[in-house]
């Protein structure tokens, strides 16, 4: 069984125990994204059991990471307005606006990428095994040693049983169940009257939501992948 470091059981717990939901909102020139993000008690337990491995400072480490995140958007040319902020206890709200969704996952990953591509009239997501190292390179820290072993490329067979297994020996008892209810919802509008969805809810004549268990994310067993088009 592998050993954790206190940073690597931070890491996964933050995956293991928040719930994202994000509001995409296309525009003809401009565009935004406002997501709220939901940590679960059990998460802010296990920071305070290892507050003593963190760096000191008057931010606590989910404060860092969500402003982390907001300043490598900020600091690209697709990306502005970026806003982030805790609006309760263990909530947070992260909003920015966007020319296009594809160039700026382009830009913060440094070269060219498949996962997202958005056109006049269509969007089409789709991660998979095979393009998951795109992912690592716009969100650097999935690349991280400490955590990577613990996401898709290294649980390629693992059944959701067999990473539950694990999760509670590194974690605790409370750590699958915390597992299983956390979910990414991505609910979209786009400037249009939809004609075609794949892979997603519509919801609306211009609007779709694109929801999935977080554990299918950790485990990418099958593709996570939607595409729309619309008039």
């Known amino acids: 069984m592998r050993k954790l470091l206190p940073l690597s059981i931070l890491l996964i717990t933050l995956l293991s125990s928040c719930t994202v939901t994000e509001n995409l909102e296309f525009g003809s020139t401009s565009s935004t994204s406002n997501t709220d993000i939901h940590v679960q008690q059990f998460f802010v337990d296990v920071l305070e ?17 969500v402003a982390t995140f907001a300043d490598q958007v900020e600091a690209t040319d697709q990306g502005y307005d970026t806003l982030s902020i805790r609006t309760g206890e263990n909530e947070y709200v992260l909003s920015f606006s966007f020319t296009d969704l594809a160039l700026l996952a382009q830009e913060m990953g440094g070269q060219e990428q498949t996962i997202i591509r958005q056109e006049e009239g269509s969007l089409s997501f789709d991660c998979n095994i095979d393009n998951y190292t795109q992912l690592e390179r716009i969100v650097p820290f999935l690349a991280d040693p400490s955590i990577s072993v613990y996401l898709a490329q290294y649980n390629i067979g693992y059944s959701e049983q067999d990473y539950m297994d694990m999760i509670m020996f590194a974690i605790g008892e409370e750590a699958p169940e915390a597992l299983r209810t956390s979910r990414i919802t991505v609910n979209v509008t786009v400037p249009g009257t939809i004609t075609s969805i794949t892979g997603a809810e519509q919801t609306g004549s211009d609007s779709f939501t694109f929801s999935f268990p977080l554990i299918d994310f950790l485990l990418l067993a099958q593709p996570l992948a939607f ?3 619309w008039v």
Request: glycine letters at 4%; a negative charge; aromatic letters at 10%.
């Open 49 to 65: 059991d290892y507050s003593e491995f963190m760096p000191s400072g008057s931010q606590s480490i989910m404060d860092s990471a």
């Open 227 to 229: 595409s729309v088009q």
